[in-house]
C-alpha cells in the first residue's frame, strides 16, 4: 500500500500543473464557507475529480474542492468545473 500511495501523492503533485496546460476556461465555480477561519489557523485544501465529461476536442472536469482546518472541521467546500483540451 505504501508504494501505492507514494505514486498517487507524487501524480497529485502534477495535476495542478498538467491542468494549466491544457485548461481553456472555468466554467462554473462555487464555494459555501461553513466555519470561520482565523489568524494563525492552518488550513489543509483538498481537490477531488467526481466528473469527468468527454466531447470531440476538449471535456469538462468537475471538482470537488474542500478545506480543512487544523481540527479536521470542514470550513469551506464547494464545485468547480473546467473547459480543457483533450489531449493529442
Known sequence: MGCRF?????RSREFP???????IGLLEH???FL????RGDTVYPALEIIELTP??????ITLRVTVHNQNRQLVLEGIQKMLVRKRA
Open 35 to 38: 466555519k470561520p477561519v482565523y
Open 30 to 32: 462555487s464555494a459555501k
Open 55 to 60: 466531447s470531440k476536442t476538449t471535456g469538462v
Open 6 to 10: 507514494q505514486r498517487c501523492a507524487l
Open 17 to 23: 500543473h498538467e491542468l494549466h496546460k491544457s485548461l
